[in-house]
């Protein structure tokens, strides 16, 4: 076992001493079984909730309703769901109830797919009852059972396959991929959220193209927002370019620079797909930075003052997707030149040309502070405050 799960061994023995089953299951076992890492360990048990709390000393409330509490063991937490089915799924969304059930099977039977419904006992067995061993071997994501019926039931799943195949660099089983491309417009019925939030994990994996070209190939893209109404834009990018992204904005950059977006359609994007107000600003920050690349020519030094070193490092990686010809390494080193690198920097503010120069604020102070910052962006005087006030009462003499 790794460590992580002889830590929450005891949990597992704790619950089996009281009578009850209980296994490891989920994410963790399947990152196990790959040899990689394990992010949290989830277990699964016959216990009833109030059961649980009976057992253990420190218990959270997590999700009572759907069977899951959190267990605190040795300053760590698990949560232990209880075994159930899922029932009464309206409109194609997350079941509106779920049932408590006593056998490991129902519950390995909700699960989306093989390679997530492997359950590890305290002993070590692993229990397959569909299969996932097999596929995990084979690398496919195959739904359990039927993948019409389970992309009925949660449309969710459908994203979900092309991000486990994206992240696992494994591929969709044909029967489990025809089910996708059938079921796909019931993508529609689900919250943007939701599938934002699979799509994400989908392109920030290393094997991002292998999740994109499902998502395009299975029809998946055309019930997503933004890219519903424009069967014209799908950019297909090169494998062997493969380059992984380094965060969200990363993305959306990527999407509308390989889709040669306007600024407004880039901002639709974003609104649509209801992205955080920080990775919009930086996004179109970045997209505003590209346009002055596309120029292919030496950028000012006031030019390059518009970028910061997180948007070179996506522009870095954006660029090597679609294979720009920008040399992205000179471009950051002229950057690290530049005497400032931020408004901040200054080694002058406006107070100080009140107080010194006995300016008022007003529209003549904006326009001397822009002077001064653009002169020591260009090297004409050097970032220090009294040779910047000595060139602002030069520079003002000759304003007036
Ligand atoms: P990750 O490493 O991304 O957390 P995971 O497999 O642990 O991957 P979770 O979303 O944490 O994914 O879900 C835990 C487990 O619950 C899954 O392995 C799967 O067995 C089951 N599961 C999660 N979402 C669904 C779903 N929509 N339909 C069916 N089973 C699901
Ligand atoms: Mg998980």
Not at 33 to 56: H, M, N, Q, R, Y
Not at 58 to 80: L, S
Not at 184 to 207: C, D, G, N, Q
């Amino acid at each position: 076992f790794p460590l992580e799960f002889e830590q929450a061994l005891p949990i597992l023995q704790q619950i089996t001493t009281n009578g009850y089953e209980a296994y490891f299951v989920g994410g963790s076992v399947r990152d196990h079984l790959l040899g990689k890492a394990i992010a949290d360990v989830d277990i699964a048990s016959s216990a009833f909730p109030a059961e649980i709390k009976t057992i253990f000393p420190t218990t959270i409330d997590t999700g009572i309703k759907h069977g899951t509490v959190t267990v605190r063991w040795h300053q760590r937490n698990y949560e232990v769901t209880t075994f159930r089915t899922e029932s009464g799924y309206q409109d194609f969304r997350r079941p509106d109830h779920v049932t408590f059930v006593r056998s490991l099977l129902k519950d390995l039977q909700r699960r989306d797919f093989t390679i997530n419904a492997l359950a590890v006992r305290a002993d070590g067995l692993v229990i397959d009852e569909f299969t996932g061993l097999a596929d995990l071997q084979a690398h496919l994501i195959r739904a359990v059972g039927n993948g019409d019926e389970r992309f009925h039931e949660d449309a969710l799943r459908m994203m979900r396959a092309v991000r486990f195949s994206s992240q696992l660099d494994f591929r969709i089983e044909a029967a489990t991929f025809a089910s996708l491309i059938k079921m796909a417009p019931l993508l529609e019925k689900i919250a943007v959220e939701r599938i934002h939030s699979e799509f994400v994990k989908m392109m920030l994996s290393p094997h991002w193209q292998q999740g994109w070209s499902q998502f395009v190939s299975s029809g998946l893209i055309q019930h997503t927002p933004f890219f519903k109404n424009r069967s014209a834009a799908r950019p297909g990018f090169a494998q062997q370019d493969a380059q992984a992204l380094p965060d969200e904005t990363s993305v959306w950059l990527l999407l509308a620079l390989a889709m040669n977006l306007t600024y407004q359609q880039t901002q639709q994007l974003l609104r649509q797909w209801k992205t955080a107000n920080q990775v919009q600003q930086d996004t179109l920050a970045a997209w505003n930075f590209s346009q002055l690349l596309k120029q292919n020519r030496t950028l000012t030094a006031s030019e390059l003052y518009q970028a910061d070193p997180k948007m070179l490092q996506r522009l870095t990686a954006v660029g090597a997707n679609l294979a720009w010809q920008t040399d992205f390494r000179q471009l950051t080193a002229a950057y690290q030149q530049l005497p400032i690198k931020n408004d901040h920097e200054l080694a002058l503010n406006g107070g100080d040309l009140i107080q010194q120069l006995g300016l008022k604020p007003g529209p003549q102070l904006g326009q001397l502070l822009a002077a001064v910052k653009t002169a020591v962006l260009t090297g004409v005087v050097e970032n220090q405050k009294s040779d910047l006030i000595h060139w602002s009462r030069k520079r003002l003499r000759d304003m007036i």
